[in-house]
Nanobody, 120 residues
Framework: QVQLVESGGGLVQPGESLTLSCEGS????????MGWYRQAPGKERELVAA???????NYLVALNGRFTLSMDNSLKAVYLQMNDLKPEDTAVYYC??????????????WGQGTQVTVSS
């Protein structure tokens, strides 16, 4: 059974930083890509950042370089460093994993979600 366990969400003030972590487990868990989506109230879920095991990265353009995704050597854990956070970054952030190289930005597995709130 595959599990994605997230941590690191919370309440921060505008301009501050936060790091989200996601670790996958399961005897058959060999993801092709991992990353993060987010969903703000009343909005659709959107891809924030993701990386394939071959090193291809995909970032939401509107972030303007404020977020950085990294993956550990096992290729089963991802970290999202979020800098200069803005109120519009407030959302539930979901870790995902994709198994197929034909659809690396489409989730086969989801984490439970972690709330990020940016407010003064």
């Amino acid at each position: 059974q595959v599990q994605l366990v997230e941590s690191g969400g919370g309440l921060v003030q505008p301009g501050e930083s936060l790091t989200l972590s996601c670790e996958g487990s399961g005897s058959i868990f060999v993801p092709y890509a991992m990353g993060w989506y987010r969903q703000a109230p009343g909005k659709e879920r959107e891809l924030v950042a993701a990386r394939t095991r071959t090193g291809v990265r995909n970032y939401l353009v509107a972030l303007n370089g404020r977020f950085t995704l990294s993956m550990d050597n096992s290729l089963k854990a991802v970290y999202l460093q979020m800098n200069d956070l803005k109120p519009e970054d407030t959302a539930v952030y979901y870790c995902y994993a994709a198994l197929s190289e034909r659809s690396p930005w489409t989730a086969d597995y989801w984490g439970q979600g972690t709330q990020v709130t940016v407010s003064s």
